[in-house]
């Protein structure tokens, strides 16, 4: 039996179709990235499988439970962290925790341990007792995640829970993420960011305008366009990407100090780019090979080249 | 186990609006000030006869403060991003309202007794009969309270438009439910509005219990109150449920 078992799933907002005839099983124990671009119904389906909202047509189960039929016996199944999801800024950080404990049943002496434990983990034990209202942004969000795992959940759900954090915040958030799955919880994770989910999936799911154009384990994604390869290179100085053109050279992109040049012959280019460095008296600081990424999969299956 | 989560469910949501939302300024100023102001605007200076007055006055502050809870929370959560979150745990629509009719009952049994205690140390004021008394506002709290959380079900965000909104609503209410013309004395068009109005039951059913007059039997103000309520609940769980998506 999948944690996670989507059929048919549908839900129009007016005129806008947000989630589009959606399908998919989730495994149990999986860690599980649903990627797309802004618009693309990401939210709109965590929404649909977490009872949230319900849906036009189509059957969502959570560890065999209808979603559906039998909400709440689901909800207790599961931990959320929605992507506005904030907590009470009124309450302090204890009162949060508390709250949620107690909407999932804790009994009085696992919910003092519990959110105590909690706030240990997430660096927050001395502000517990200092309303939220004080807190940054970071601050809430690990608010936000212990309040969705203080039952342990068997499956948790993330939307794009890293998006806008300062770097110790992801990291505590991507720890705990990878801590809830070792401890065998299933991970429904949505985001934008590609490395991201690169990193941490072992499956990824591209949506697209509310339908699902992709899903496979990321390396799979990833070889599906294997004529997409591309040098990365930086120099001591600036310089302007069209020094490289090329019939040989499909695009060039900057970012940073760097260029990444993408092309489908990079034994040409490479040498292209040499030659060009020494008639131009460039010094070469770095210079990677790399192969079809995740993100030019995402760009070319979702339609993102303009 | 599903009932008692249910229950679960609607204790928390109450715990967690009181904590929260009782001592939020537009509680304050409609649910409190507002029927002082009343009180002191149409009884004070003037010789009238207490016991006659008293049973709508305290309509009247059971009637602001039972209601005043209620259109506050649902825009308040919308607003601060918090409802989602709230829809998340092991809640359904209805918890969520039953939670927060509790609050705004609570809210109205606290302020209508500390008005009472007041009426018995201060004035001098009749208990014909305190069990009906006693009766008539659980009724009353749970009535209006219901009223007050459909008040906040139209699809708008924002917590000042719902205040304003409710307040409008509230408001002439009370001039046409007996309080300030005794119900005896209405007839033609202001006896129609009166009839109308939930409030002009809960105003008799005190007549009853601090006086022992009443212009219709009490098991009407009963029966009046109780399907009030549940009309109140039923649409606003429709409207909450409709509007739900657009408070994301
Ligand atoms: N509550 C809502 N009311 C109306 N339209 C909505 C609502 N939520 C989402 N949409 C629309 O549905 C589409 C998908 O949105 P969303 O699920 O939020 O995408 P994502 O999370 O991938 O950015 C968008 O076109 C959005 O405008
Ligand atoms: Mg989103």
Redesign the interface.
Known sequence: MPAIKVEGLRKK?GNVVAVDNISFDVEKGEMFGFLGPNGAGKTTTI?LL????IPDAGNVTIEGVDVRKD???A??M?G?I?E????????TAK?NLV??G????LPKSALEEKSEELLSTFGLYDRRKDPVRTFSKGMKQRI?IA?AIIHEPQVLFLDEPTEGLDVQSRRLIIDTIIEMNEKGSTIFLTTHNIEEANRLCERVCIINKGRIVAIDRPEILRGTFDNTQSVEISFDQSVEGDLFDAEFISKVDRFGDKLRLYTNDPDRSVKHVVALANERGLRIVSMTVCGPSLEEAFVRLTGGEQ | MKESVFLRGVIVTAEKNIRIYYNKAPVIIFGLLFPLFMFFAFYMGRKIDMSVFFPGFLAMALFFTASSVGPLITPWEKQAGTYERLLSYPVSVNTIILGDVLAGALFGLIITSVVMTVAVLFLEVAFTAPILLGLAIVLGTICFASFGVLLASPSVRSPSHIMMFSSLIRFPLIFISGIFIPLTELEGMGLILAYISPLTYLVDMFNAGLTGTSAFPVAVDILALMLFTCVFLLIASKFHKRNLAKGL
């Open positions: 907002f929404r977490t009872g949230v909202l909400m709440i016996r909800k207790m599961m959320v929605p506005m999801g904030d907590v009470y800024v009124d309450l009162q709250l949620a107690k909407y999932y049943g936000s309040c």
